[in-house]
């Protein structure tokens, strides 16, 4: 009996942007770099932004970045929530508040970031194409949640 795919095997194969979503934040969880450069497109224009930081362009800067975000084995505690998608036939893009745990002197607390990530569908099947976060504020969270669900 065939064992079924895990979620990073399905995004792996191509899944549906959702999926490579969950992916991306799994591997960010789980500090897997192999992991989170499976879910990148293999094209020269892909784009990272990370809150603060430069523009990386291109699988080796995004690794780069990704591996000094993984130093010593640490990862990242987020939670995604307010996932707002527009999707079309060939790409997605996920407007998401991402929740991160930072621990400090102080103990843990909580930071906020809005992030943009975009999917294109491949010959691979989707990938994604742009991840570009912002610092965020928890007002900022709070509206976002507390916005009505109806849209015109």
Known sequence: MARPKSRMQTA???GTP???ETAFYDAMRDG???RMMQIWADEDDIVCIHPGGPRLRGAAAI???FDTM????ASVNVKLSSVHRVESLASAVHHVLETIEVMTEQGVVQAYVLATNVYHKTPQGWRLVV???SPGT???AQEVSDAPKLFH
């Not at 993984?70 to 084995?73: L, M, P, R, T």
């Open 70 to 73: 993984f130093a010593d084995g």
């Open 18 to 20: 959702d999926e490579v």
């Open 12 to 14: 792996a194969l191509g």
């Open 138 to 140: 928890q007002r900022e």
């Open 63 to 65: 690794r780069a970045g």
């Open 32 to 34: 897997s770099l192999e």
């Open 131 to 133: 991840h570009h976060a």
